[in-house]
């Protein structure tokens, strides 16, 4: 260094390098992320197990298999594959001509046993009355024997007049027991009442009845909707197949949807039957529905199966199980709900923790499964 040259000063144009104003924040920025996951920590330890979800669920429907009553021809189709129906509603028609037919056959047969009826009063009436002429004859009878006798003691008569008339006595007395025996069968074949009006006669109510049977038959050849619904595969019949009675041939589904949502057994413990849930469609992306716990089923899914699971053996592995719950939208969804779309299920069961470790669920006590 030269004499000339003065040494440099850090205040020479030279600017020391500032204090870094983010140690200062370094300790609060710590300490509130710390805060920060002990407070999300703590709300989903107070929240944990409110929210049950499932994606194991499916829109439902009633459905009624559309059968006739009798087995007949086919002579029109009077709905269409998809078309809303209203109770009562005829949606297809069976050739009624052999059913007429057989309600005339009762109705003649129900005249017939009418005039049966009245034929078997009139039978009556004339057994009856010659009943009462069978009786007079032998009441005649009987005192001419009596007559004769005393004539053939008075020896005024013969024993062979007094021996005729004495049989022809006989004979009266055969037939007034005949007359009584027919007099009794019919009195039998009016059941027991001469007076019996005609329209009670057991032969006259039987007509009656397969009258009734055979209007009733006439009366299916038109089939009608049981219920409101939506009517399907309909174009599998048509006009001029041959049905049989009770066989399918179409299915009417009910307007009524529900949600089934197979959850764990695990998942249970808090729900309760009108516990609000929030449920998504997957034909329905950008929509969310709301919902409520309808019923809770008495049984697992595999205890209802055809064939259930045995575990009375050595081999027997644990498998969690699940259980149908049952919920109802909250009002119309506003969109078409067919059976089978899949849908996600968040059931809100209310279920709060506290920091003492006890557990509270709105309802939990009142509600029932």
Known sequence: MSQNETPSTPSD??????????RRLRWPIMIGAV????????????????????????????????????????????????????????LFQIDPRPFQASVDEAQASLEAARLQVNGLKASYLQHEAELKAAQD????????????KALVAAGTATQIQAAQVANQAEQAARQVESQRQAVANALAALDG??????????????????????????????????QDGIVTKVDQLQAGDYVNASTPVFSLVSPNIWIEANFKENQLEYM????????????YPNHKFKA????ISPGTGSSFSLLPAENATGNWVKV?????????????PGVPMPAGLS??????????????????????GGAGR
């Open 13 to 22: 144009g030279v600017v020391a390098p500032a204090p870094n104003r983010f």
């Open 35 to 90: 805060l920060l996951v002990v407070l999300g920590g703590l709300y989903v330890y107070l929240t944990g197990g409110r929210y049950e979800s499932t994606d194991d669920a499916s829109i439902n429907s009633g459905r009624v298999s559309v059968s006739s009553s009798i087995s007949g021809r086919v002579i029109a189709v009077r709905v269409h594959d998809g078309q809303l129906v209203k109770q009562g509603q005829i």
């Open 137 to 148: 004859n032998l009441a005649y009878l009987e005192g001419e024997a009596k007559r004769q």
């Open 193 to 226: 009442d001469p007076n019996l009006p005609v329209e009670r006669h057991p032969m006259v109510l039987q007509a009656r009845a397969r009258l009734s049977a055979a209007g009733l038959n006439r009366s299916y050849v038109d089939v009608v909707a049981l």
């Open 272 to 283: 309760r039957a009108g516990q609000s849930a929030q449920v998504k469609v997957d034909a």
């Open 292 to 295: 409520r716990v309808e019923n």
């Open 320 to 332: 969690t199980q699940r259980v149908p719950v049952r919920l109802v939208f909250e009002g119309d």
């Open 343 to 364: 849908v996600t299920v968040t059931v809100d069961t209310t279920h709060k923790r506290s920091l003492g470790g006890s557990a509270q669920a709105k309802g939990a």
